[in-house]
Structure formats: C-alpha cells, structure tokens
C-alpha cells in the first residue's frame, strides 16, 4: 500500500485466529469468562458491553447489557456465575442476573456513587465487589437476593488520590471479609469491610524507605500481596501482619521514565514452582523466584506489556502486548510456546479458557480474536 509521499507501508495480514467477534465499533479495553459457560463479556469506548459465546465458530451473539453511556472499563462475573457485573467510566455500575440458564440477562441493580470507575474486583466465593474511584474512595457492595437490590457494606476514604486497584482476601469464614486497595498517592490500605476500618495503611515514607511509588497494580496469593509501581518498585507485602518484607527497583537505565511502569503482575500456583511475573511498559517481563527473590528468567517483546495471567496451577504463562500479539511462554524457561496475531492495534486485555487452550483477546482496534492454542 502507498501513501501519499508515494513510500510503501507494510501492513501485516497474518492472522492466526480461530474465529473472532466485532461488533464493537471502538476498543475493547475488558474482556471477562463465565465461571461455567463458555460466555464472554466484552467492555468498550463505543459504550457498550456484550455478551457471546466462546464455543462457537463464529461466536454466538447473546445480548447487550444495555444501560452505559461511557466506555466500559471493568467488572466480572461473581463465583457462581449468577450476575454479572459491568462499570463505565462515568462512575455508573450495574448488575444483571442471568436467567433461562444464562441465555439472558436481566436488569438487577445499578448504582452511581462517583465520578469515575477506575478498577472492579469481585470477591473469589462471595456475591460481594468492590470498586475504587478517581476520587480515591473504596466502595464495597453485597449482591443480596432476598432484598434483591444492592446493599452497601462499606465506603472507604483513606486514599487522596486516585485508586487504582484493589484485591479481595480470602477469609477464614463469611465473618472475615477484608480488602486490600492501592492508590497513586503511594498508600496501601487494608479494609475490615464489615466495619469500615483500616487494618492497616502502608506509606510512602515510613513504609517503603522514604519511596513514594504511584501504585498501579496489584495482586494476591494467599496472604502475601505483590504491589507494582508506575515507577517500577515492587512491593511484596505480609498481609497478616502489614509489613512490606521485600521491595526493590525492577528496571534501572531507561531512556523513559514511563516504561517502568508495571503494567501486570501474576502469581504462580504451580506445585513446586514458586514464581512470580511482572510485566512493564518497556515489554520485558520478569519472573522472579519467590522464595529468595531473585531474578529467574527475563523474556522481552518489542512494546509495552499490557496483562500476564499464569495458566491455573501451571508455569504457563500468558501476556498481551501493545504490539498486538498475544503469548504462551513456559515461564521456567522462557520458551515461546504459542504466538497469536492478527490484531492491527494493541492486545488491551484476555481470557484464558479451557485450561489455556483457547485464548480470547480485547483488541484495541474493536475487535476480539479467538485463539485455539493447542490441535
């Protein structure tokens, strides 16, 4: 193809996909899986989120869950698959409750409590989520089927600025419901969400050796929680006890500051291999063993590092990049496993189905493109 100038622009047309889903007409910033069904949510900036079927070639339109008027940046299906929740970035959430089987989706609830969405998390077994704004407040919600409506169980306003993302703990029992929310203002807050009480508050300077890291993203294994940094510190942090036991500098030496960013982060629960990986906007991505931390293995891709997800309790491991591709690598070793093209625009997001053997993207360009990784 020519441009004006009269120069040839190379546009790759390789696509290796087994089917794909565009009615979207603008990026597709979240993607999600039902805990049971081979269905799919997709969330984007033409302000909509649909639901279709993984197991179809082509996909199977199931139905919109109508209501945003802003770009859907988040949300998730609770444990046992029975709502699913969706948040834009207006601030507005709401809940649908499948019935028929989940070949439909009806209206439940909806809320508008602030400004502007920045993460949802739902809780691993309980029909509770929770979200964090622009704001800084922490909001959590139980989905109650009796009183069939939303009820609030806790807002929390610790952080002064914007809360970028938060992680339910698993507790003991149905009495023990705790939250763990990070913020750019370098704080990290563990919630006792029956009470509204802080556990514990991490800060910059006491905490973390007079660092103060805008904390970006985080996630949980057992009761050890990683945190990463637009600044490229990571944190590793007992929840139990609220110390950080280990901190360190991923990258040094980049020409841009905005490419220490750690854009991911994934535990793995593979018996035997106790590994963890961060992935940064400079596309190198660190797995690092966790029992002494050091650092095990460095794969790199040519852009920015948008989601790492282990594959269940594998040492497979999965990652998007800005590049458009989407990765299978055996994160002992760093072999490329599988490579997924097709996308003209950045990989913005994943699901992993079928024990990792079909791979479902959220294309920056509108588009989602179904992998099947293994014949």
């Not at 458009?324 to 992993?352: Q, S």
Request: with cysteine.
């Amino acid at each position: 193809m020519d441009d004006e100038n009269g120069e040839t622009i190379e546009i790759d047309m390789s696509n290796n996909s087994w089917t794909y889903f565009d009615k979207h007409t603008d990026s597709i910033f979240t993607i999600f899986k039902h805990p049971i069904l081979p269905l799919i949510v997709t969330g984007g900036g033409d302000n909509t989120a649909y639901l279709w079927t993984t197991h179809t070639q082509p996909p199977k339109f199931v139905g919109e869950l109508q209501g945003h008027k802003e770009s859907v940046i988040a949300g998730g299906f609770t444990s046992s698959g029975e709502f699913v929740i969706t948040a834009d970035m207006n601030g507005f959430i709401q809940v649908h409750k499948a019935s028929k089987g989940g070949e439909k989706w009806v209206k439940f609830a909806e809320l508008e409590e602030v400004e502007e969405v920045l993460f949802v998390t739902v809780h691993p077994s309980l029909p509770y989520f929770a979200f964090g704004a622009n704001d800084g407040s922490v909001w959590v919600y139980q989905i109650d089927k009796s009183s069939k409506s939303l009820v609030q169980i806790m807002s929390g306003f610790s952080h002064s600025l914007e809360c970028n993302g938060g992680v339910f703990i698993e507790g003991n029992d149905e009495n023990d419901l705790s939250l763990v929310t990070i913020s750019e203002d370098g704080t990290i807050v563990n919630w006792n969400c029956f009470t509204g009480t802080v556990n514990y508050k991490l800060q910059p300077h006491d905490d973390f050796k007079g660092v103060e890291s805008p904390w970006v993203t985080v996630k949980v294994l057992k009761n050890v929680v990683a945190v990463g940094g637009r600044d490229g510190q990571l944190a590793i942090i007992n929840n139990d006890t609220g110390k950080v036991v280990h901190g360190l500098k991923t990258l040094e030496n980049v020409d841009d500051i905005n490419e220490l960013s750690i854009e991911a982060i994934s535990w793995c629960k593979a018996p035997g291999n106790n590994l963890l990986a961060i992935g940064l906007v400079s596309g190198d991505i660190l797995v690092f063993e966790t029992s002494q931390w050091r650092l095990r293995r460095t794969i790199r891709v040519d852009d920015a590092i948008t989601k790492l997800e282990f594959v269940e309790e594998t040492p497979v491991l999965v990652g998007s990049s800005m590049n458009g591709k989407i990765y299978k690598w055996d994160a002992r070793t760093g072999e490329e496993l599988f490579v997924g093209v097709g996308h003209n625009m950045g990989v913005l997001d994943f699901a992993i189905l079928e024990h990792g053997k079909q791979l479902i993207t959220a294309g920056d360009e509108g588009v989602s493109l179904v992998f099947k990784t293994e014949n």
